[in-house]
């Protein structure tokens, strides 16, 4: 009995295993950022961005922001400020009952990420709160000496 010839999987189209992996479209995307002069404009770089790059690039210039004030930069009070006044811009409202959301957009960019399984986005957003964290710590205790 002659065998059949198959078409589907790693075959070639005349049934001889090719014995190649196809090839997957994965395009590297280079982070950008921009230097951050205001809460203002910091608040519009993390506005909620349906495009993912574009986003990326807002959450990218936060992260800066943070790593300039955990690294003791020159322009660390100008950029403590900067964050003050984003924070309080983005403040929750009080709502009994409710849980408050804080930083939404930043939330909403990282649920974005997660559903559409974009990895770098989805990355980008823990480095950046976990540098909130650190600078926020790191303003305590330079305060208290």
């Known amino acids: 009995m002659a065998k059949r010839k198959s078409y589907g999987g790693s075959y070639g189209?005349?049934?001889v295993r090719t014995g190649k992996k196809q090839?997957?479209?994965y395009v590297h995307e280079t982070p950008t950022s921009e230097e951050v002069y205001s809460g203002r404009q910091l608040g519009q770089l993390l506005t909620f961005e349906q495009d993912l790059p574009k986003a990326r690039h807002g959450i990218r210039s936060f992260k800066n922001v943070?790593?300039?004030i955990i690294n003791n930069d020159e322009k660390k009070s100008e950029h403590?400020?900067?964050v003050l006044d984003y924070l309080d811009s983005t403040k929750p409202r009080e709502v009994e009952d409710e849980v408050p959301v804080y930083l939404p957009d930043i939330m909403e960019t990282w649920s974005m990420a997660s559903q559409m399984n974009n990895e770098n986005v989805m990355s980008d957003?823990?480095?950046s709160l976990t540098g909130w964290?650190?600078?926020g710590l790191y303003s305590r205790n330079d305060n208290k000496s």
């Open 133 to 135: 964290a650190f600078a």
């Open 13 to 15: 189209g005349d049934g």
């Open 23 to 25: 090839k997957t479209n």
């Open 80 to 82: 403590m400020q900067i």
């Open 66 to 68: 943070l790593d300039s």
């Open 125 to 127: 957003v823990p480095a």
